[in-house]
């Protein structure tokens, strides 16, 4: 009597388990069978990787820069310079800039005291201080100074060699 209250206890436990009861023939064993393969994916080695082609002037290039200086008696100061990004070039007064007149004019020029016909006039001084940018044609390569003209007096009111 004892094996069977064993047998008992152990059907409980066995159904209790989530098992089949003893009973009832044991399911066969589930063959290991094999699993459909997935299909195989591309993997690094599989496909080349092309060459990064670098992306030339991604960002803003800096070509050159010149300190700005008062000239004539006026008091002028900051950062100029020259940038390229992609295909376009620009002169651009840093945050820094600041001039006691406005009424000028923007040139690159070959000279610090004056401005001739051969020199490229960026057009009006958009502000007497901070940041501004005034497109070129190109680099600016043959010119060696930036100069604030100041047009009602011809006369440079600030200078700054490019470097």
């Known amino acids: 009597m004892r094996r069977r ?31 459909p393969s997935p299909s195989p994916s591309p993997t690094a080695a599989a496909t080349p990787t092309p060459a990064a082609t670098p992306t030339p002037d991604a960002g803003p290039t800096v070509l050159r820069t010149a300190r700005i200086r008062g000239a004539a008696g006026h008091a002028a100061s900051g950062t100029a310079r020259i940038v390229r990004e992609g295909g376009r070039y620009r002169l651009e007064l840093l945050s820094d800039f600041r001039i006691d007149s406005d009424n000028n004019d923007v040139y690159l020029a070959r000279q610090a005291e004056t401005v001739g016909a051969s020199d490229l006039n960026l057009g ?36 700054g060699e490019l470097q």
């Open 5 to 35: 209250g064993l047998v008992v206890v152990a059907v409980v436990v066995l159904a209790g388990c989530g098992g089949s009861s003893p009973m009832a023939p044991s399911p066969p064993p589930i063959a290991a069978s094999p699993s």
């Open 124 to 159: 009006a001084m958009k502000s007497t201080r901070g940041a501004q940018s005034y497109d070129l044609p190109d680099a600016g390569g043959s010119y060696s100074h930036v100069v604030l003209w100041c047009r009602p007096f011809r006369i440079p009111i600030g200078v």
